[in-house]
């Protein structure tokens, strides 16, 4: 089965009104707590934000800029009902308070998809290893080789890299994925620098149909 990165990049970037939606924290969010769900899950009470959105910006099904959109998406209500259709992994929503032109919007939830599962998805045997400072912009960074002999060792030296020093991260080049390992059609990754969220073909297909508004599409 093909996946697809959702991103927050629009095919025609006018239906998001500007880029991106968000004009200012009115309340800033537990930035500790946003942080510690890119590899596990966010607690049921973490400080969520309160955000102006710009003026120009457009009501679409998903926002961008509200928060770090690898780790949790803003998403309209209604879209989240949708979603529950299909076969999610474990997750946990939270409403966020928007205002929009000096109105109250309650329409959006946060959503977060509480485990990565690249570590399923990875296959060790093909993929190479390296650990390394900095973004892999267009390519591979100098760092230091790392052999990982399983998915356990991955999740393993991914988290102490994050905990000794938080600059380094593991990284993969190349790195070869089965998705056949997987049923979900949501689902979320923190391999850099595939990090971020992935839905199957059946999903955005029917993603299409609905008519989603805020996002694109990057084929994996």
């Not at 629009?10 to 590899?39: N, R």
């Not at 009470?45 to 309160?50: C, F, L, N, S, V």
């Not at 299909?86 to 032109?101: E, G, Q, S, Y």
């Not at 080049?173 to 199957?200: K, Q």
């Amino acid at each position: 089965m093909n996946y697809y990165k959702l991103t927050s990049f629009c095919t025609d970037p006018s239906e998001m009104g500007t880029f991106p939606q968000l004009a200012k924290w009115l309340k800033h969010a537990d930035w500790e707590k946003v942080y510690s769900g890119i590899e596990g899950e966010l607690p049921d009470d973490w400080q969520t934000p309160i955000v102006a959105l710009h003026p120009k910006a457009k009501l679409t099904t998903q926002l961008t800029g509200i928060l770090l959109a690898p780790v949790v998406l803003t998403l309209k209500k209604s879209f989240v009902k949708f979603l529950q259709d299909f076969d999610l992994p474990p997750h946990k929503t939270w409403p966020i308070h928007l205002v929009h032109r000096d109105q109250d919007i309650h329409d959006y939830l946060l959503f977060h998809i509480s485990d990565p599962i690249d570590h399923i998805l990875i296959d060790i045997e093909k993929s190479s290893f390296y650990a390394a400072e900095g973004i892999p912009f267009g390519g591979k960074l100098e760092g230091e080789p790392v052999q990982i002999k399983d998915a356990e060792e991955y999740k393993r030296v991914k988290l102490e890299l994050k905990y000794e020093n938080s600059s380094r991260s593991l990284y993969s080049s190349p790195a070869v994925f089965d998705f056949d390992r997987t049923t979900y059609d949501l689902i979320r990754m923190t391999n850099e620098p595939h990090l971020g969220y992935f839905v199957s073909q059946k999903l955005k297909d029917a993603m299409e149909e609905y008519g989603v508004t805020g996002n694109g599409w990057e084929e994996f």
